[in-house]
């Protein structure tokens, strides 16, 4: 079995693919995933038997294209998903933010209260 790059069409093994793999977004259930060939960036939902290749939008992970992968498993863990193909398997970390750093909001994000006039 092997699984294509979307950009550039490379195929690779499940093992070369999945070790490419570098966040787990636990919110958004997504893994980030970088070609080992072309160095492009995809967002990807792992599911039973397939990945599901999208965007992020409206709070939610859009699937807008599925590749099969006939035996492919995932197990949601806290901090962590693992992912298994026949007897292999790969564990994809959530990146934590160190303690002090604060989050940072995207434009237009902060306070949903109405902003109360200028004196």
């Given at each position: 079995?092997?699984?294509?790059?979307?950009?550039?069409?490379?195929?690779?093994g499940p093992d070369e693919y999945f070790s490419a793999c570098s966040d787990y977004n636990r919110g958004l259930d997504l893994v980030s995933w970088t070609c080992p060939h072309c160095g492009n960036r995809d967002d990807?939902?792992?599911l039973p038997d397939e990945l599901g290749f999208g965007y992020p939008h409206r709070g939610r992970f859009d699937v807008h294209a599925r590749v099969r992968v006939p035996g492919l498993r995932r197990h949601r863990g806290d901090l962590r998903l693992d992912i298994s193909l026949d007897r292999a398997s790969w564990h994809v970390s959530t990146p934590l933010r160190p303690v002090g750093v604060p989050v940072r909001l995207t434009a237009g994000g902060g306070s949903a209260r109405r902003r109360r006039p200028a004196l």
């Open positions: 079995m092997l699984i294509p790059c979307l950009a550039c069409e490379s195929r690779f990807l939902r792992v």
